[in-house]
C-alpha cells in the first residue's frame, strides 16, 4: 500500500467511490472489482484528509439526493462485535491505558481474547471500541498515515497531529455507521477522537458499555499523585469491577504504561483469578462452583 | 433472482420460520442476501494445521447440494474455509485467487498465510457499506511451519488463533473446541499438546456432534489437513437428513 503511493501508482477503478459527491450518478454493477491494484502514475498529490481506502457503495435504492451519509445501506444478517470496557488517564508516572479483551457480536462471545490496545509507535498506544473491524482497520490506517508522514517530513507527527488527521479522515464517514472511538495515549496527553467527529484532550477517559462502571472506581481513587503500582493497580480494579458489572466486558485485562521512554505492556491477566481473590477477601466461603455461603 | 413467496421476510434473518398471524401490512424488499448454512472449523498444531468443514448447501427448507465443500485451497500451505452466503463465497474465492496470482506475478513468490490473512483483511473492509455476508477461517503453516488459524468477521476483523469455529454451529462447536483443545473450564488436568491423530480424531467427532443439533450441518465432511508434505484430503460421511 505505502509502496504504491511512493512510486505514484494510481488507477482510476472501474467503481465509484465512496466518499463521493452528490451529483454523480451511483448505479454500479454489484459485481465490480473493489481491489486497489494501480497502473500508471497520477500527478495528483494526496491531500492529508483523502481516506486511503475505497469503498464499494451498493446501489440498490435509488434517491434523489444520493448523499453517500443518507441510509444507503443494505440490512445486514449478521451482527458486528461491539462492547467494551477501555479506560486510559494520566499520573504523575506517565499514562496508564487499560482495557477488557472480549468481542461480543449480538450475544455470543466472538472472540474471548482481542487486543483493544494498539501501539502505534514507541510513544503512543490506541485503545480501541466500538465495532472491531472498524477500529482493526482505522488503526492500521493511522499506523500507515503516521509512518508516512514521518518518511516524509524527516520528524514524528505530534499527539495532537494524529488526532486532528485522525479525525479528518473519519470525518466523510460521518453519519454512516461506522463505528469508531479510539483514545490516543500518548506519553504526556489523552486524546478520545470518535466517528461523530469528536476529538477531546483530557485527563481520564473511560469509553465503552462498562465505562460507567470504571468511572464509578476512577473517580474515587485516582490522583495526580499515585506511584506507578498503585495507579496500575487503580486501573486494572476499575477494569475488573467494569467486566463484573457488564455483560459485553469481559475476560481478561490488558495494560499499558506509557512514559518519555516508550510503553510496555503488563502481561494479560485473567480476571477469573481476580474474582475468586476478591471474593476470599471479602470473607465469603466458596466451593468451585461458585456459590458461597 | 426476484422475490420469492418463502422470501427473506418470512424466514426472519437466520432461517426461521416466523409466526403465522397478521401484523399488519408486510413490505418485501428485495434482499440481496440469503443464507445457505454450512460450517467450518479450523486447528492448529505444531507443524500442522487442518480445516474442516460440512459439504451441505442448503436455503431455507431445501438442500442444494450434499456435496459442496466450504474449504478452498489457496496456495500448497494455506486453505480457506468460507460458509454463509454461497454467491458471496464464491466470488471472494474468486478475488483472492485473482489476487493470489497477481501478487506471485509481481513478487515472483507466494503469498504466506499472514500475508493472505491482512489482505482478506482489507478486501471484506473494502465492502463495509454492503458487506460480503461471508464467515472465513484460513488455516494454514507460517513462515516457521508452525500452524495458524486466522478467522475473520463478515467486515474484516481478524485475528491468529490457535482453533475456531465458524458458520452455522459455531455457537455450539466453540465451547467444546475451548474445553477439549483449550483445555478452557476444568480444573486440574494436564496440558497435553495436540497431535495430528488426536486433533482429526477430535474434528470428526466435534462435526458429528454438530450434525445431530444443527439442521444446516450434515452430509459429508470434508477435512483438509495442511503438513509441510502438502495438504491431504479425507471425507467422512455425516448424517443425511
Redesign the interface.
Known sequence: MALEDICNFKDKPTHKT?PFYASEDTSVS??T?????KWRGEMTSKKASDVP??????S?FKRPSSRASHS???????P??HGTTTLGFIFQGGVIAAADTR?S?GG?V??PA??KITPIHSHLVVTSSG???????WERILTREIRLYQLRHKRRLSISGTAKLLSLMLHPFKG?D?CVALTLCGWDKLIYVCSDGARLQGDIFSVGSGSPYAYGVLDRSLSWSLNKEEAILLAREAVFRATHRDAYSGNNVDLFHVTAEGWRQRQREDLKEEYYRDMEKRGKKMD?TGLFS | LGLKMLSAQNFGESGKMKEYHYAGPTEHRFSPYAFNGGTVLAVAGEDFAIVASDTRLSEGYSIHSRDSPKCYKLTDTTVLGCSGFHGDCLTLTKIIDARLKMYKHSNNKTMTSGAIAAMLSTILYSRRFFPYYVYNIIGGLDEQGKGAVYSFDPVGSYQRDTYKAGGSASAMLQPLLDNQIGFKNMEGVEHVPLTKDKAVQLVKDVFVSAAERDVYTGDALRICIVTKEGIEEQNIPLRKD
Open positions: 465512496f454489484v459485481f472489482e473493489a481491489f486497489n491494484f481506502l475505497e469503498f464499494h457503495v451498493p440498490l444507503v445501506s443494505v440490512r445486514r444478517p449478521f458486528l462485535s468481542a457480536a455470543l466472538a472472540c482481542v487486543h465495532s472491531g473491524a472498524d477500529c482493526m482497520l454512516t461506522v468451585l
